[in-house]
């Protein structure tokens, strides 16, 4: 009987088991750190151009309508083919459309820096926007892949919308000093070595993922009407604010959108694999949260926007000043997305979105008040920071919950519509922004007005949040 004993694990064993847990977390760590830099990049990328564009209009002669697309042709293209990436990231592996799509990104990063007149440079916007849908959502989906643990997986995505957060708020603060040490192409030419660097850690480092879905057709009618779709928004969008709403261009772009929109419905309906499935929409979390975060986006871009000129235009702050002046949004957003990983386990994905939201609305006409009085600096940080908080509380259990409601193999599909759907809303914020700003007699006014805009969409949103019925992962017959 005693040689039948059983005997504890030696010290070798239990070290070494722990030596390759060890491992695996660090290569977890390592991969999030490495998708998250080249999320950075592609976020980055839609603010830190705008403050070099004083130096490219003198540098390349680029009228106002140039300078505007060399903006937007970045915009366009991102948001127009983001769910296209998503479909690719799924149906190709994530890890392939990542680096296929991180490579694409640096090379036109390249060309944007060395481009000699406006043309070539619009145009080598427009591919590096295209980099950036194909490897944002294929970064998320490897993000659920590498975590399994939902507890840990909720926490990554925490880091990984803070990073994209904190990217979007300190452009216009990289962009300044860039600018002012080195010249306009420096804000392109940065890209490539850290570009060139993510790209060859995530090769070596990320693991490819099953394709369970790579047999499934490829459904290319859905693809092109989305493109569309998203195309013509998009640009209804962008020229709205200098076109006016009795443009013919806007109206055209806006009924091709709601033609094309209504097309994508119906072949998505009849499709054997449709690129976004049509029952996903019968789930009231799923719809509710790509809502939630649509609306987000209006009220925190068109924010944005109004804020930079306004700290421009009324408080007299040049590019550096301003950006520095936001950088306590920036940090609270960091601060956000940590503190909401740290409490998914102790409250509901409801409690946070809902609670967060609502703190963010009501620090929204706080800060313009506060503005308005020219109050202490202290003050209108501190609603910057609550600002900046409520909102990032929200943002990383909205994406959790998303991701939850589908099949693991589809969720570059998810991510990348509820990207696009995200893209949507801050070009609409842009452009109410934008509106506002050419309307108001003062930028005081205007500042007032997409305020009012920015309480209402997310006082909207945290009472969808609120209302929504939070479920876990969806049982496979209905997704």
């Keep these: 009987m005693a040689d039948c004993a059983l005997t504890p694990l030696s010290p070798t ?14 290569r977890r760590r390592l991969t999030l750190a490495l998708v998250a830099s080249g999320m950075f990049m592609a976020v980055l990328d839609t603010t830190i151009v705008n403050v070099a564009l004083p130096a490219m209009r003198a540098n390349l002669h680029a009228s106002v309508a140039g ?3 060399i903006v937007d042709a970045y915009t366009l293209s991102f948001a127009a083919l983001i769910l296209a990436g998503g479909v690719a990231s799924d149906r190709f592996g994530a890890k392939a459309v990542y680096l296929w799509g991180l490579a694409l990104f640096v090379g036109a990063s390249a060309a944007c820096g060395l481009a000699p007149t406006v043309g070539p440079l619009i145009a080598a916007r427009f591919v590096q926007g295209m980099g950036a849908a194909l490897f944002l959502p294929a970064s998320l989906a490897i993000v659920r892949s590498t975590f399994d643990d939902p507890r840990e997986r909720a926490r990554a995505i925490a880091v990984w919308a803070g990073i994209a957060s904190v990217a979007a708020s300190i452009g216009p603060v990289a962009g300044g000093v860039l600018v002012d040490g080195f010249g306009w192409r420096s804000a392109f030419l940065i890209n490539v070595p850290t570009g060139l660097a993510a790209l060859a850690g995530a090769w070596i480092v990320v693991r490819s993922a099953a394709r369970s879905s790579a047999a499934r057709r490829f459904d ?25 709403l009795a443009s013919r261009e806007v109206w055209v772009a806006a009924l091709v959108a709601g033609l094309a929109t209504l097309t994508l419905i119906a072949v998505e309906r009849r499709a054997h694999d449709p690129m976004v ?57 960091s601060l956000g ?17 809902a609670s967060g939201l609502g703190l963010a609305a009501f620090a929204v006409p706080a800060m313009a008040a506060l503005l308005e009085v020219h109050a ?33 193999e589809l969720a570059g599909v998810a991510s990348g519509l509820l990207n696009a759907l995200r893209q949507a809303g801050s070009l609409f914020g842009v452009a109410i922004a934008g509106a506002a700003t050419i309307l108001a007699p003062h930028l005081s006014v205007a500042l007032w007005v997409v305020g009012a805009v920015g309480f209402t969409t997310y006082a909207i ?14 049982e496979p017959s209905h997704l």
Excluded at 376 to 389: D, N, R
Aim: charged share 10%.
């Design 220 to 244: 290319w009618r859905g693809q092109l009407a989305s493109t569309i779709a998203l195309g013509a928004l998009c640009y209804a969008a962008i020229e709205l604010p200098t076109r006016g």
């Design 376 to 408: 202490p600096w202290l003050l209108v940080y501190g609603t910057m920071v609550a600002f900046g908080l409520g909102t990032a509380l929200s943002v990383a259990p909205m994406i959790s919950t998303v991701l939850e409601q589908v099949p693991g």
């Design 13 to 26: 064993v239990t070290s070494t088991d722990d030596a390759a847990a060890r491992r695996v977390a660090n």
């Design 337 to 353: 997305n940590v503190l909401s990983g740290k409490l998914q386990g102790r409250f509901s994905a409801t409690q946070l979105i």
């Design 461 to 474: 949103a945290a009472v969808m949040a609120g209302t929504a019925t939070m479920r876990t992962a969806p």
């Design 67 to 69: 300078l505007a697309w």
């Design 277 to 333: 499935p049509v029952h996903w929409f019968r789930n009231r979390v799923f719809v509710a949260m790509n809502l939630t975060g649509t609306l987000v986006y209006i009220g925190y871009f068109g924010l944005l926007f109004v804020l930079s000129l306004y700290l421009h235009g009324e408080i007299g702050l040049n590019a550096r000043q301003t950006g520095l002046t936001l950088l306590p949004l920036a940090a609270s957003l």
